[in-house]
Antibody
């Protein structure tokens, strides 16, 4: 069974940093694009970033460019999101998701990890 | 403000048919980019419901169907059941924003 488990969320002050991780199992991790999608409390979904199978191609939503970095370790079946210069508007549940194609659909999703940016 | 526009809420009685619209423009849906739909229950992660405009993953009941025309897409649910009460999100790609875009989500209430 395909399984994704996020970790690393928590409470951080504005301007701070946080690194999210996502462990994958049940599929050949190195064969898929992977993505991060977030959902602010009571709001809709927002795609954050995605990364190619070999880690050499990345895309970001404009609001996180220059602050967030997506990466992966195929040897450890893991996806990461390094977040810096965090803002209150980055507060959200962050989901990792297997991505079927560069800008295609997400299936499945992890259970999410909550990031709260507040002083 | 989401790039794709969905009604905030829809409702229907058990057994009825409901549709949820997803309206875009010529830089996303109207440009031919595929539309995908997700179902999300409170406190849980979204689950893929419809992909590539109208395809259903295995395990998704045939009561759920997707369609697309012009700059809009629709999710239809027939034979509405209480267990269908959830939030529904549409997704596509936007070539002006050069990224994946979502609708704001629609809350379905089964009366």
């Amino acid at each position: 069974e395909v399984h994704l488990v996020e970790s690393g969320g928590g409470l951080v002050q504005p301007g701070g940093s946080l690194r999210l991780s996502c462990g994958a199992s049940g599929f050949i991790f190195s064969s898929y694009w992977m993505s991060w999608v977030r959902q602010a409390p009571g709001e809709g979904l927002e795609w954050v970033a995605n990364v190619k199978q070999d880690g050499r191609e990345e895309y970001y939503v404009d609001s996180v460019k220059g602050r967030f970095t997506i990466s992966r370790d195929n040897a450890k079946d893991s996806l990461f999101l390094q977040m810096s210069r965090l803002k209150a508007e980055d507060t959200a549940m962050y989901y990792c998701a297997r991505t079927i194609g560069v800008h295609s659909f997400f299936d499945p999703w992890g259970q999410g990890t909550l990031v709260s940016v507040s002083s | 403000q989401s790039v794709l526009t969905q009604p905030p809420s829809v409702s229907g009685a058990p057994g009825q048919r409901v549709t949820i619209s997803c309206t875009g423009n010529n830089s996303n849906i109207g440009a031919g980019y595929l539309v995908h739909w997700y179902q999300q229950f409170p406190g849980t992660a979204p689950k893929l419901l419809i992909y590539d405009d109208s395809s259903r993953p295995s395990g998704v009941p045939g009561r759920f169907s997707g369609s697309k025309s012009g700059t809009s897409a629709s999710l239809a649910i027939t034979g509405l059941q209480g267990e269908d009460e959830a939030d529904y999100h549409c997704q596509s790609y936007d070539n002006r924003m050069r990224g994946v875009v979502f609708g704001g989500g629609t809350k379905l209430t089964v009366l």
